[in-house]
C-alpha cells in the first residue's frame, strides 16, 4: 500500500502562484510514477503531470506547459506541484498519484493505482 497526502491549496488570483505538495509513504519502493491530475466541478479528471520517481524525467499537459513544474525530493518521499501564472480556469481539485509504470500511459488515470485524497485550488479573475 502507499499512502498519499496532498496540501498547499488555496485562493490565489490570476496571475499569481502556489505550490502543491504530496507526501508519499508506504511501499514507495514499488512507485515508479507520480502523477498530479485535476477535477474540475462538472468535468471528468484530468492530467496535469507527471514524474519519473527514479530518473525524475517528466511529463507535462499541454494546457500547463510552461507554467507548472513537477519535481520530487526522494530522500522526503515528497511530490510537488509548482503552478505560477494561474489561470481561473485551472481551477479544480488536484489529485496526487502514484502507479508502478513508467511509459507511454503515464498520461492515463488508470496507469496509477493509489491516489491521495484532494487539495483545493481556485484562481480568482
Known amino acids: 500500500q502507499v499512502q498519499l497526502v496532498e496540501s498547499g491549496g488555496g485562493l490565489v488570483q490570476a496571475g499569481g502562484s502556489l505550490r502543491l505538495s504530496c507526501s508519499v509513504s508506504?511501499?514507495?519502493?514499488?512507485?515508479?510514477?507520480m502523477g498530479w491530475f485535476r477535477q474540475a466541478p462538472g468535468k471528468e479528471r484530468e492530467f496535469v503531470a507527471a514524474?519519473?520517481?527514479?530518473?525524475?524525467?517528466?511529463y507535462y499537459a499541454d494546457s500547463v506547459k510552461g507554467r507548472f513544474t513537477i519535481s520530487r525530493d526522494n530522500a522526503k518521499n515528497a511530490v510537488y506541484l509548482q503552478m505560477n501564472s494561474l489561470k481561473p480556469e485551472d481551477t479544480a481539485v488536484y489529485y496526487c498519484?502514484?502507479?508502478?509504470?513508467?511509459?507511454?500511459?503515464?498520461?492515463?488515470?488508470?496507469?496509477?493505482?493509489?491516489w491521495g485524497q484532494g487539495t483545493q485550488v481556485t484562481v480568482s479573475s
Open positions: 514524474i519519473s520517481w527514479t530518473s525524475g524525467s517528466t
Open positions: 508506504g511501499r514507495t519502493f514499488s512507485t515508479y510514477a
Open positions: 498519484a502514484a502507479g508502478d509504470s513508467w511509459g507511454p500511459t503515464v498520461g492515463e488515470l488508470y496507469n496509477y493505482d493509489y
